[in-house]
């Protein structure tokens, strides 16, 4: 049974920086596509950046430069640092991989504060 679980949710000021983890277990997590993505309240999930098992990374526009995201294989968990952090960042964060289906985590709150 595949689970993920993130943590590393809070409030920060405008220009703060959080680090999320997604720790994983149920896949062989090396070989296995890792994404972030997030929903603000009113709007739908968005892409936020992507880590494949091939060790490429991608990002949505409008965190690249702030935000980067890595992987311990050794400890089955994908992070994703935030710096530079804005109120329109305020949403709720979501792990997700893909297996026989897409899998998701129960997701973190952060609340960035102008």
């Known amino acids: 049974q595949v689970s993920l679980v993130e943590s590393g949710g809070g409030l920060v000021q405008a220009g703060g920086s959080l680090r999320l983890s997604c720790t994983a277990s149920?896949?062989?997590?090396?070989?296995?596509?890792m994404g972030w993505y997030r929903q603000a309240p009113g709007k739908q999930r968005e892409f936020v950046a992507l880590?494949?098992?091939?060790?490429?990374?991608n990002y949505a526009d409008s965190v690249k430069g702030r935000f980067t995201i890595s992987r311990d294989n050794a400890k089955n968990t994908v992070y994703l640092q935030m710096n530079s952090l804005k109120p329109e960042d305020t949403a709720v964060y979501y792990c997700?991989?893909?297996?026989?289906?897409?899998?998701w985590g129960q997701g973190t709150q952060v609340t960035v504060s102008s």
């Open positions: 149920g896949i062989i997590f090396r070989i296995t596509d």
């Open positions: 997700k991989t893909w297996g026989t289906r897409v899998y």
């Open positions: 880590d494949t098992q091939s060790g490429s990374r």
